[in-house]
C-alpha cells in the first residue's frame, strides 16, 4: 500500500497546474467543512467521485472508480479504511470533504474526522433503509452538535422505498421527512441539490485567526519518501509553512515542511486558516508521533491547551501471528516495524509458542482491522502466517489484591491463585427487519447478551441493544448475525466497560501434553463446546502415529472433551521389485525428511499444517 | 534340470552360498502388451501395440546379445509385463534362446489366467519356463470387476488345472498366485474367499504374492478417492492371509510374499539380496556391482516400445537414465531391502531398539543377532526402515577413503 499511495501522491503532484485560491483571501463564512456518513455499500464513494466531477475536480477522462480509496484492499473490500480529503468548490463556497472510515473498528478515527466538520451528510441506501452503523455516527454527529443533511441515494434502483425510510429515520433521528434529499449517485440525479443543500445549511466554521495555533490532526499515514503525512484542520490561529509546530500530546516539536491541499491533486500552500482543512507533512517518521486527535500549535506561540477529545486507541482483540517458516521470524518483525509507521494501532510483543515456534502477539482494533494487518503483511511483505485464535483482554484480580492484564490464555494465572476475572462488554446496537427478532435474541442470549432496549424505528423494522461481552462478538458473532438475518441486520458496538465472569482457561493436551497454541479463554458455560469442537478437530488433523494419541481438553485438571486418534496400523509398500527399489529408497528418505520437519509435542509428531488448518478453520 | 535332486542348494535364502553352481544373477524381460489396461496399473503397458509384438521381440533379442555379453549365465529369468502370457511357446523361446542361462535356472512367465491353455503352457515348459505366475487378484467376480479384471474365478481353476498338466505343480517346477486385498467393495468375506479358494486349487499353488492395493499417482485409480483403500482394512487383511497362508503351510519370506519351503522366487530374492540383474525390453531396470569400488550402478530402459525397437535395432544403448549408488548408499539400500525379508537386518542396525517405545512390537530377535519384522512389524515396515542406522562398517568406510584417494 506504501507503494500504492506514493504513486497516487505523485500524480497528485503533477496534476496540481492549477493555482489555489491564496488562502489569506479565504472567507471564513464561504466555508463548509463536512463528512459523508452512510454504511458500507451505501454509496459513499460514488457520490464522492460525482461531487469531483460536478464540481470539476477530477476530469471525467481522469475518473476513475472510487477515486478516493486508494488501498488495494479497500477497494476490493469496498470499504475505506483510511480517511481521504478533498476540497473542492461550489458556487463561490470552498467545500471540504472529509472521508470517515467505513467500519465499526475504526469508530475512533470517525469521531475525531467528526471533529472537524461542521456538519454531515448522512447518506443512506433507498432500498435498504438506515444501517446500526450509521445511526451510531448520526447520534455521534448528534453529540457533536452537527449539522445533519440527510439523503436518500439509489432512488433509481427498482426496489427503492425513499418514502418507507424517509419517514423511519424522521422517527428515529427526529430529521424531518421532507427535507431529506433524494439522490441517486450512479445517476447524478439530485446531487447538485444535494451541494446547494450543503452550501445552505451547514453552518461555517468559527474560529480566531489571531489566537495561538489550534490544529486538528484527523488521520495521518505514512508515506515512503515524504514520511508522515496528516489531515488537518485549523480551528485557530494559522498553520504557517516552514514554522515549528508542537504535538501536544506527543510532546514532540517538528518543521513544517510542507502543507497544502488536496483538490484531490495535492496543491501547496504558504499557509492554512481558521476553518481551513489540508494535509501536513513535518518530517515525522512513524505516525504514533501524530495520531488522530493529537492537537498541533505553534512552538513558539503554543496554545494554552491542547484541544479536546484525544484518546490513545486500545487494541480490543489479539492474536498470536507466527511465521510458518520459522527463518520468517526476522522478517516479520521487520514488517511489523513498518506496518506500524503507518498503523500506530496496531500492537505487538514478541511471544513464544511451543507449538508454533517464534511470533509476535498482536493488538488490534476489532477483527476487520486483525484481518486487514493480516493481510497486509502477507501480501505487502510477501510473508505466510499462522494466526492464533483471537482474544480479548482480561483483568485477572489476584488473591494478594494485584491485577494482572491477560492478552494471551497462558498468562492466566493458576486457579487457586484468582480472586476474580473481569473481561470487556460492549454495548451493540443491531438493526433488524422484525422477522428476525426471534433468532437475534437467542443469539444475544446464547453469547450471554443483556438487552438494554428494544424499539421499533417502523413497523418493519426494530432497534435491538445489548450489553454483550466483547470475546462473544469476537468468536464469529458478525457471521453468524448475517447468517441469521440472510445479510439484513446490521450490527455496531462500542465499549461498555468491565464485568466479572466465570471465566476458565481451557487446555488442549496432545498425549497428555498441553499445546500453548489451542489453549483458550472462555466462559464456564461454553467451555464444553470448544474442547469438543477443538478436540474433534484435532483428531483429523494429526496425522496417526505409531501409538494411539489421546487429544483431550481440560479446566485444570479436570477433562471435558476427548477424543483419540488410533494408532496408525499400516505404512509399507506392497511392492519392492527391480524397477521399485530406487523409488523406495527416495521415498524412505522423504518420509525421513519429513519427520524431522514435525513439531514434536511430547512423543506426538505434527505437522506444521495440522497447526495452519486447526488455527484457520477457527475463523 | 527336470530332475534337481537337491532343491535346497538352489533355494538357499544366503546372498553367498559356496555350494551354489554359480553367483546368482538374474535377467528380467520385460513384455509391455496386455489387452486392456486395469485402472491400478502403473506399469508401461500398452493395449494398442500389438503390431509391434515381433519387432519388440527382435530387439530384445539383438538386445540382449549385446547387454549379456560377459555377463555370467543367468540363474534365474523373469518373464514380467505387461501380460507375458500373450506370447506364444516360440515366440517366448526365441527371446530365452538370446537370455543364456545356466542349467537348473528358475525361469518365470507371468501370465493372466484367461490367456492360457493346456497346450500354451505345455509349450512354455518345453521352451524351459519352470514358474508360473498367475495374475489372479481375487476369486470373487464383483472384486475382479472393481479392479477392472477380465477372468472370473472359473478361468483360474481352469487355467491352473492346465498348468499342473503341464507339469507345473510342485516347489521346484510350480506355479505362483498374485493376489490384491483392498479393492474397492472388497469386503472381509470376499477376501477369506479368495484365500480359501486360492488355497483349495488343483494343484495347490506352492507359492502366493499379496499386494495391498496401492493407488500409484498418474493412474485412474489415483483420481477417484472414494474407492481408494482403506488402511485399517488392508491391515485386517493382511494378518488374515498371513495367518491362512501360514497355515497352510506357506510362511512369509517377504512382506508380500509366502511359499512353501523350497518354493521361493529365487529371482525376487535377487532383488532383495542387492544381485545384479540385467532388464531387457522397455523400461526394464538393471543393477551390476563394480567389486573394485563396492559402488553400483542402477540404470532403466527407455519407457515406449518404440524407441526401445528403434534403439536396439540400430545399435544403441536403450537407456534413459541410471544412478550410481556409492558403497554408503548401497549399505542403507541393503538393510532396507533385507528388512522386508525374513533373513532381517543385524540387531546393530537399530540401536537401542530394545528400549524404544514401539519398535520392540515391530521387530523380533531371530537369532545370530539378527532382528526380523514382527508380523505387526510387517504392516509398518516402512517406519522401521527411517529408523535404521547403517552401522559403523570399518570396510566400508575404507572403501570410501579408498575412493576418495583416487579420485
Given at each position: 500500500?506504501?507503494?500504492?499511495q506514493?504513486?497516487?501522491?505523485?500524480?497528485?503532484?503533477?496534476?496540481?497546474?492549477?493555482?489555489?485560491?491564496?488562502?489569506s483571501?479565504?472567507?471564513?463564512?464561504?466555508i463548509?467543512?463536512?463528512?459523508?456518513v452512510?454504511?458500507?455499500?451505501?454509496?459513499?464513494?460514488?457520490?464522492?467521485?460525482?461531487?469531483?466531477?460536478?464540481?470539476?475536480?477530477?476530469?471525467?477522462?481522469?475518473?476513475?472508480?472510487?477515486?478516493?480509496?486508494?488501498?488495494?484492499?479497500?477497494?476490493?473490500?469496498?470499504i475505506?479504511?483510511?480517511?481521504?480529503?478533498?476540497?473542492?468548490?461550489?458556487?463561490?463556497h470552498?467545500?471540504?470533504?472529509?472521508?470517515?472510515?467505513?467500519h465499526?473498528?475504526?469508530?475512533?478515527?470517525?469521531?475525531?474526522?467528526?471533529?472537524?466538520?461542521?456538519?454531515?451528510?448522512?447518506?443512506?441506501?433507498?432500498?435498504?433503509?438506515?444501517?446500526?452503523?450509521?445511526l451510531?455516527?448520526?447520534?455521534?454527529?448528534?453529540?457533536?452538535?452537527?449539522?445533519?443533511?440527510?439523503?436518500?441515494?439509489?432512488?433509481?434502483?427498482?426496489?427503492?422505498?425513499?418514502?418507507?425510510?424517509?419517514?423511519?429515520?424522521?422517527?428515529?433521528?427526529?430529521?424531518p421527512?421532507?427535507?431529506?434529499?433524494?439522490?441517486?449517485?450512479?445517476?447524478?440525479a439530485?446531487?447538485?441539490?444535494?451541494?446547494?443543500?450543503i452550501?445552505?445549511?451547514?453552518p461555517?466554521?468559527?474560529?480566531?485567526?489571531?489566537?495561538?495555533?489550534?490544529?486538528?490532526?484527523?488521520?495521518?499515514?505514512?508515506?515512503?519518501?515524504?514520511?508522515?503525512?496528516?489531515?488537518?484542520?485549523?480551528?485557530?490561529?494559522?498553520?504557517?509553512?516552514?514554522?515549528?509546530?508542537?504535538?501536544?500530546?506527543?510532546?514532540?516539536?517538528?518543521d513544517v515542511?510542507?502543507?497544502?491541499?488536496?483538490?484531490?491533486a495535492?496543491?501547496?500552500?504558504?499557509?492554512?486558516?481558521?476553518?481551513e482543512?489540508?494535509?501536513?507533512?513535518?518530517?515525522?517518521?512513524d505516525v504514533?508521533?501524530?495520531?488522530?486527535?493529537?492537537?498541533?500549535?505553534?512552538?513558539?506561540?503554543?496554545?494554552?491547551?491542547?484541544?479536546?477529545?484525544?484518546?490513545?486507541?486500545?487494541?480490543?482483540?489479539?492474536?498470536?501471528?507466527?511465521?510458518?517458516?520459522?527463518?520468517?521470524?526476522?522478517n516479520?518483525?521487520?514488517?511489523?516495524?513498518?506496518?506500524?509507521?503507518?498503523?500506530?494501532?496496531?500492537?505487538?510483543?514478541?511471544?513464544?509458542?511451543?507449538?508454533?515456534?517464534?511470533?509476535f502477539?498482536?493488538?488490534?482494533?476489532?477483527?476487520?482491522?486483525?484481518?486487514?494487518?493480516?493481510?497486509?503483511?502477507?501480501?505487502?511483505?510477501?510473508?505466510?502466517?499462522?494466526?492464533?485464535a483471537?482474544?480479548?483482554?482480561?483483568r485477572?484480580?489476584?488473591?494478594?489484591?494485584?491485577?494482572?492484564?491477560?492478552?494471551n490464555?497462558?498468562e492466566?494465572?493458576?486457579?487457586?491463585?484468582?480472586?476474580s476475572?473481569?473481561?470487556?462488554?460492549?454495548?451493540?446496537?443491531?438493526?433488524?427487519?422484525?422477522?428476525?427478532?426471534?433468532?437475534?435474541?437467542e443469539?444475544?442470549?446464547?453469547?450471554?447478551?443483556?438487552m438494554?432496549?428494544?424499539?421499533?424505528?417502523?413497523?418493519?423494522?426494530?432497534?435491538?441493544?445489548?450489553?454483550?461481552?466483547?470475546?462473544?462478538v469476537?468468536?464469529?458473532?458478525?457471521?453468524?448475525?448475517?447468517?441469521?438475518?440472510?445479510?439484513?441486520?446490521?450490527?455496531?458496538?462500542?465499549?461498555?466497560?468491565?464485568?466479572?465472569?466465570?471465566?476458565?482457561?481451557?487446555?488442549?493436551?496432545?498425549?497428555g501434553?498441553?499445546?500453548?497454541?489451542?489453549?483458550a479463554?472462555?466462559h464456564?458455560?461454553a467451555?464444553?463446546?470448544?474442547?469438543?469442537?477443538?478436540?474433534e478437530?484435532?483428531?483429523?488433523?494429526?496425522?496417526?502415529?505409531?501409538?494411539?494419541?489421546?487429544?483431550?481438553?481440560?479446566?485444570?485438571g479436570?477433562?471435558i472433551?476427548?477424543?483419540?486418534?488410533?494408532?496408525k496400523?499400516k505404512?509399507?509398500?506392497?511392492?519392492?521389485?527391480?524397477?521399485?527399489?530406487?523409488?523406495?529408497?527416495?521415498?524412505?528418505?522423504?518420509?525421513?525428511?519429513?519427520?524431522?520437519?514435525?513439531?514434536n509435542?511430547g512423543?506426538?509428531?505434527?505437522?506444521?499444517?495440522?497447526?495452519?488448518?486447526?488455527?484457520?478453520?477457527?475463523? | 534340470?527336470?530332475?534337481?535332486p537337491?532343491?535346497?542348494t538352489?533355494?538357499?535364502?544366503?546372498?553367498?552360498?559356496?555350494?551354489?553352481?554359480?553367483?546368482?544373477?538374474?535377467?528380467?524381460?520385460?513384455?509391455?502388451?496386455c489387452?486392456?489396461?486395469?485402472?491400478?496399473?502403473?506399469?508401461?503397458?500398452?493395449?494398442?501395440?500389438?503390431?509391434?509384438?515381433?519387432?519388440?521381440?527382435?530387439?530384445?533379442?539383438?538386445?540382449?546379445?549385446?547387454?549379456?555379453?560377459?555377463?555370467?549365465?543367468?540363474?534365474?529369468?523373469?518373464?514380467?509385463?505387461?501380460?507375458?502370457s500373450?506370447?506364444?511357446p516360440?515366440?517366448?523361446?526365441?527371446?530365452?534362446?538370446?537370455?543364456?542361462?545356466?542349467?537348473?535356472?528358475?525361469?518365470?512367465?507371468?501370465?493372466?489366467?484367461?490367456?492360457?491353455?493346456?497346450t500354451?503352457?505345455?509349450g512354455?515348459?518345453?521352451?524351459g519356463?519352470?514358474?508360473?505366475s498367475?495374475?489372479?487378484q481375487?476369486?470373487?467376480?464383483?472384486?475382479?470387476?472393481?479392479?477392472?479384471?477380465?477372468?472370473?474365478?472359473?478361468?483360474v481353476?481352469?487355467?491352473?488345472?492346465?498348468?499342473?498338466?503341464?507339469?507345473?505343480?510342485?516347489?521346484?517346477?510350480?506355479?505362483?498366485?498374485?493376489?490384491?486385498?483392498?479393492?474397492?467393495?472388497?469386503?472381509p468375506?470376499?477376501?477369506?474367499e479368495?484365500?480359501?479358494?486360492?488355497?483349495?486349487l488343483?494343484?495347490?499353488?506352492?507359492?502366493?504374492?499379496g499386494?495391498?492395493?496401492?493407488?500409484?499417482?498418474?493412474?485412474?485409480?489415483?483420481?477417484?478417492?472414494?474407492?481408494?483403500?482403506?488402511?485399517?482394512?488392508?491391515?485386517?487383511?493382511y494378518?488374515?492371509?498371513?495367518?491362512?497362508?501360514?497355515?497352510?503351510?506357506?510362511?512369509?519370506?517377504?512382506?508380500s510374499?509366502?511359499?512353501r519351503?523350497?518354493?521361493?522366487?529365487?529371482h525376487?530374492q535377487?532383488?532383495?539380496d542387492?544381485?545384479?540383474?540385467?532388464?531387457?525390453?522397455?523400461?526394464?531396470?538393471?543393477?551390476?556391482?563394480?567389486?573394485?569400488?563396492g559402488?553400483?550402478?542402477?540404470?532403466?530402459?527407455?519407457?515406449?516400445?518404440d524407441?526401445?525397437?528403434?534403439?536396439?535395432?540400430?545399435?544403441q544403448?536403450?537407456?534413459?537414465?541410471?544412478?550410481?549408488?556409492?558403497?554408503?548408499?548401497?549399505?542403507?539400500?541393503?538393510?532396507?531391502?533385507?528388512?522386508?525379508?525374513?533373513?532381517?537386518?543385524?540387531?546393530?542396525?537399530?540401536?537401542?531398539?530394545?528400549?524404544?517405545?514401539?519398535?520392540?512390537?515391530?521387530?523380533?530377535?531371530?537369532?545370530?543377532?539378527?532382528?526380523?519384522?514382527?508380523?505387526?512389524?510387517?504392516?509398518?515396515?516402512?517406519?522401521?526402515?527411517?529408523?535404521?542406522?547403517?552401522?559403523?562398517?570399518?570396510?566400508?568406510?575404507?572403501?570410501?577413503?579408498?575412493?576418495?584417494?583416487?579420485?
Amino acid at each position: 500500500m506504501v507503494a500504492c499511495q506514493r504513486r497516487g501522491l505523485d500524480q497528485n503532484y503533477r496534476r496540481a497546474g492549477r493555482a489555489a485560491t491564496p488562502l489569506s483571501e479565504l472567507n471564513l463564512e464561504n466555508i463548509r467543512n463536512l463528512s459523508i456518513v452512510a454504511h458500507v455499500d451505501h454509496g459513499k464513494s460514488t457520490l464522492s467521485d460525482r461531487v469531483l466531477e460536478l464540481t470539476g475536480a477530477v476530469d471525467a477522462r481522469d475518473m476513475r472508480e472510487q477515486y478516493l480509496d486508494s488501498m488495494d484492499i479497500e477497494r476490493e473490500r469496498g470499504i475505506t479504511i483510511k480517511a481521504q480529503n478533498v476540497r473542492v468548490r461550489w458556487k463561490g463556497h470552498t467545500i471540504h470533504l472529509i472521508d470517515t472510515p467505513g467500519h465499526v473498528d475504526f469508530g475512533y478515527e470517525v469521531s475525531r474526522s467528526l471533529a472537524a466538520c461542521e456538519g454531515v451528510v448522512l447518506l443512506i441506501d433507498a432500498a435498504q433503509g438506515i444501517e446500526a452503523q450509521t445511526l451510531t455516527n448520526a447520534y455521534q454527529a448528534l453529540e457533536h452538535d452537527l449539522e445533519i443533511v440527510a439523503v436518500l441515494n439509489k432512488i433509481d434502483l427498482p426496489a427503492a422505498d425513499p418514502d418507507r425510510y424517509a419517514a423511519e429515520i424522521e422517527k428515529v433521528l427526529g430529521l424531518p421527512a421532507d427535507e431529506i434529499l433524494r439522490i441517486s449517485a450512479k445517476t447524478g440525479a439530485g446531487v447538485a441539490d444535494l451541494l446547494d443543500a450543503i452550501c445552505e445549511r451547514i453552518p461555517p466554521p468559527r474560529g480566531d485567526a489571531a489566537a495561538p495555533l489550534q490544529g486538528l490532526i484527523f488521520d495521518s499515514y505514512y508515506d515512503q519518501y515524504r514520511g508522515v503525512v496528516s489531515a488537518v484542520r485549523v480551528m485557530h490561529g494559522r498553520l504557517v509553512s516552514g514554522e515549528r509546530l508542537r504535538f501536544m500530546q506527543a510532546g514532540r516539536t517538528h518543521d513544517v515542511e510542507e502543507i497544502g491541499i488536496r483538490t484531490p491533486a495535492s496543491v501547496p500552500v504558504a499557509e492554512l486558516g481558521p476553518g481551513e482543512v489540508g494535509y501536513l507533512i513535518a518530517g515525522i517518521k512513524d505516525v504514533g508521533e501524530a495520531r488522530s486527535g493529537e492537537t498541533v500549535t505553534s512552538a513558539a506561540r503554543p496554545a494554552a491547551a491542547a484541544l479536546e477529545g484525544y484518546k490513545d486507541p486500545k487494541p480490543m482483540v489479539f492474536c498470536g501471528l507466527y511465521p510458518v517458516e520459522g527463518d520468517d521470524f526476522s522478517n516479520l518483525r521487520e514488517a511489523l516495524e513498518k506496518l506500524r509507521l503507518n498503523d500506530a494501532s496496531v500492537t505487538y510483543e514478541p511471544e513464544t509458542s511451543g507449538a508454533l515456534g517464534f511470533g509476535f502477539r498482536c493488538g488490534f482494533l476489532g477483527l476487520l482491522h486483525m484481518e486487514i494487518v493480516r493481510e497486509r503483511l502477507e501480501r505487502e511483505f510477501d510473508l505466510s502466517l499462522i494466526a492464533t485464535a483471537p482474544s480479548v483482554e482480561y483483568r485477572a484480580h489476584l488473591t494478594d489484591g494485584s491485577v494482572v492484564e491477560v492478552h494471551n490464555p497462558s498468562e492466566m494465572p493458576e486457579p487457586q491463585k484468582l480472586e476474580s476475572i473481569e473481561e470487556p462488554y460492549l454495548q451493540a446496537t443491531i438493526l433488524t427487519p422484525t422477522e428476525y427478532t426471534g433468532t437475534l435474541m437467542e443469539l444475544c442470549q446464547a453469547r450471554r447478551g443483556e438487552m438494554v432496549r428494544m424499539e421499533y424505528l417502523s413497523p418493519e423494522r426494530l432497534e435491538l441493544v445489548y450489553r454483550i461481552p466483547l470475546a462473544e462478538v469476537v468468536m464469529d458473532f458478525f457471521d453468524a448475525l448475517k447468517s441469521r438475518t440472510k445479510g439484513y441486520a446490521s450490527l455496531d458496538y462500542e465499549p461498555a466497560g468491565w464485568d466479572q465472569a466465570d471465566l476458565v482457561k481451557i487446555d488442549v493436551l496432545l498425549n497428555g501434553v498441553p499445546v500453548d497454541a489451542f489453549s483458550a479463554i472462555a466462559h464456564r458455560s461454553a467451555a464444553q463446546e470448544y474442547g469438543r469442537r477443538m478436540t474433534e478437530r484435532l483428531r483429523s488433523l494429526i496425522p496417526r502415529q505409531l501409538f494411539d494419541v489421546p487429544i483431550q481438553a481440560a479446566i485444570g485438571g479436570r477433562i471435558i472433551a476427548r477424543e483419540t486418534v488410533k494408532a496408525k496400523r499400516k505404512d509399507v509398500l506392497a511392492k519392492c521389485y527391480g524397477g521399485d527399489i530406487t523409488r523406495k529408497r527416495k521415498l524412505l528418505e522423504k518420509q525421513k525428511e519429513g519427520k524431522k520437519r514435525m513439531k514434536n509435542i511430547g512423543r506426538v509428531e505434527v505437522p506444521q499444517e495440522a497447526f495452519i488448518q486447526a488455527l484457520r478453520l477457527e475463523e | 534340470m527336470l530332475d534337481q535332486p537337491d532343491g535346497a542348494t538352489l533355494v538357499d535364502m544366503s546372498p553367498v552360498d559356496p555350494m551354489a553352481p554359480t553367483e546368482p544373477f538374474g535377467v528380467y524381460v520385460h513384455v509391455p502388451f496386455c489387452t486392456s489396461r486395469c485402472d491400478y496399473c502403473a506399469f508401461a503397458t500398452w493395449t494398442d501395440r500389438f503390431h509391434l509384438v515381433n519387432d519388440y521381440l527382435d530387439a530384445c533379442v539383438i538386445d540382449a546379445a549385446r547387454s549379456l555379453d560377459g555377463a555370467p549365465l543367468a540363474t534365474s529369468v523373469f518373464f514380467g509385463g505387461g501380460t507375458p502370457s500373450l506370447l506364444e511357446p516360440d515366440q517366448l523361446a526365441k527371446v530365452l534362446a538370446a537370455v543364456r542361462h545356466a542349467d537348473g535356472a528358475e525361469v518365470t512367465v507371468e501370465c493372466n489366467p484367461e490367456t492360457v491353455d493346456a497346450t500354451k503352457l505345455a509349450g512354455y515348459r518345453a521352451a524351459g519356463v519352470t514358474r508360473l505366475s498367475f495374475g489372479v487378484q481375487s476369486m470373487v467376480p464383483a472384486v475382479l470387476a472393481s479392479l477392472g479384471r477380465h477372468h472370473d474365478p472359473a478361468a483360474v481353476a481352469s487355467a491352473v488345472d492346465a498348468a499342473g498338466r503341464a507339469g507345473f505343480d510342485g516347489e521346484q517346477l510350480g506355479y505362483n498366485v498374485d493376489l490384491i486385498f483392498g479393492a474397492a467393495g472388497e469386503s472381509p468375506a470376499d477376501w477369506e474367499e479368495t484365500l480359501l479358494a486360492v488355497l483349495a486349487l488343483d494343484p495347490p499353488p506352492h507359492h502366493v504374492s499379496g499386494y495391498g492395493l496401492t493407488v500409484e499417482p498418474g493412474t485412474p485409480l489415483a483420481h477417484e478417492p472414494d474407492r481408494h483403500p482403506d488402511p485399517d482394512d488392508q491391515a485386517d487383511k493382511y494378518l488374515l492371509a498371513d495367518q491362512m497362508l501360514s497355515a497352510a503351510g506357506l510362511s512369509w519370506y517377504e512382506i508380500s510374499n509366502w511359499a512353501r519351503p523350497g518354493a521361493e522366487c529365487r529371482h525376487n530374492q535377487l532383488y532383495w539380496d542387492q544381485g545384479e540383474y540385467i532388464g531387457i525390453g522397455c523400461s526394464a531396470h538393471s543393477h551390476r556391482v563394480d567389486a573394485e569400488s563396492g559402488s553400483a550402478r542402477r540404470w532403466w530402459n527407455v519407457r515406449t516400445p518404440d524407441r526401445y525397437i528403434r534403439l536396439a535395432k540400430s545399435g544403441q544403448r536403450p537407456s534413459a537414465a541410471g544412478e550410481d549408488i556409492n558403497p554408503q548408499a548401497r549399505l542403507v539400500e541393503s538393510l532396507q531391502l533385507a528388512l522386508r525379508t525374513r533373513a532381517g537386518v543385524p540387531e546393530s542396525s537399530l540401536p537401542g531398539w530394545d528400549e524404544d517405545p514401539v519398535l520392540p512390537e515391530l521387530v523380533t530377535p531371530a537369532g545370530s543377532g539378527r532382528l526380523v519384522l514382527t508380523t505387526n512389524g510387517r504392516l509398518l515396515a516402512n517406519e522401521v526402515a527411517i529408523r535404521l542406522v547403517p552401522a559403523p562398517c570399518d570396510s566400508v568406510e575404507n572403501e570410501v577413503e579408498n575412493l576418495r584417494l583416487s579420485s
